[in-house]
């Protein structure tokens, strides 16, 4: 399962404003460097009936398939400057 850390609940929090719904992840093509899928993060409205939901602290993450297969045991973090946000995932414990 994905970890959510406490300053990427707060990015995802600050991403969704007073929107409702969640941030949905999902994956396109493999990298052309020979990692992992290329992520892809939107705010939506509702998880598609497939999707894994993960709480982040208040915060709905909404996972497709194929996303929660790429990141399961891994940490969703996330750096913040001035209105930028820039999320990162590495190798959980």
Known sequence: ML???PDAADA?????????????????E???NGGG????LEVVPEPEPDDEV???????VYL???AVDAL?????????EADAVRFSVFEGD
């Open 54 to 60: 993960v709480d982040a602290e208040g915060a709905q």
């Open 12 to 28: 995802l929090r600050a991403v969704l404003g007073a929107k409702e719904g969640g941030v949905r992840i999902s994956t396109g």
């Open 37 to 40: 899928p290329n992520l892809t």
């Open 3 to 5: 970890t959510i850390t």
């Open 30 to 32: 493999r990298s052309l």
């Open 64 to 66: 497709d398939p194929a």
């Open 72 to 80: 399961d045991g891994k940490v969703l973090d996330a750096d913040r």
